[in-house]
């Protein structure tokens, strides 16, 4: 979640992003914004939806899909395709750069930020290109569901 002065320079960053774009600037596309930005962590356009449904604010799939492209393309939102999963969406304003962890057995992601990653990739310089941002991600077992297999397992031998 963040706070209110974020929230206010997305909103005036979309707007102009709209603007130099001759597109309209809808009451259900800023809708959309606060609601992504309402979020603390990873999230989906199908639960964005339901979110928005909960709240009483009817909108369209379409428009879910087509606005959250929109904030994708103007930096506010970053999407992520974690293995096989849909996507996922998460607010980048003022966030810097980490590192995903994704559980191949639960499907579980934990954030980290692993600074001497971090100090690499911001020290690197490519020719005739200028990086904004990378991803980085990290696929393996978490330790719950290595416990649940080893237990699993030493059950299985004593049959």
């Known amino acids: 979640m963040v706070d209110d002065k974020l929230k206010l320079n997305a909103k005036s ?9 001759k597109m309209r600037k809808t009451p259900e596309r800023f ?25 009483s604010y009817h909108v369209s799939r379409a428009t879910i899909y087509n606005t959250l492209d929109l904030l994708t393309d103007c930096g506010i939102l970053r999407r992520h395709q974690f293995g096989s999963n849909q996507s996922q969406y998460e607010c980048v304003a003022d966030t810097p750069n980490h590192h995903h962890l994704i559980c191949t057995e639960c499907g579980k992601i934990k954030e980290i930020k692993d600074t001497e990653l971090l100090k690499y990739f911001n020290s690197k310089k490519y020719s005739s290109f200028t990086a904004s941002y990378y991803v980085l991600y990290i696929y393996g077992v978490c330790s719950a569901c290595a416990r649940r297999v080893k237990r699993k397992s030493n059950i299985n031998k004593k049959k």
């Open 13 to 21: 960053k979309f707007a102009i992003y709209m603007e130099t774009r």
């Open 31 to 55: 809708a959309i914004l606060d609601m992504a930005m309402s979020f603390s962590d990873h999230f989906s356009a199908d639960l964005l939806y339901r979110r928005m449904e909960e709240e």
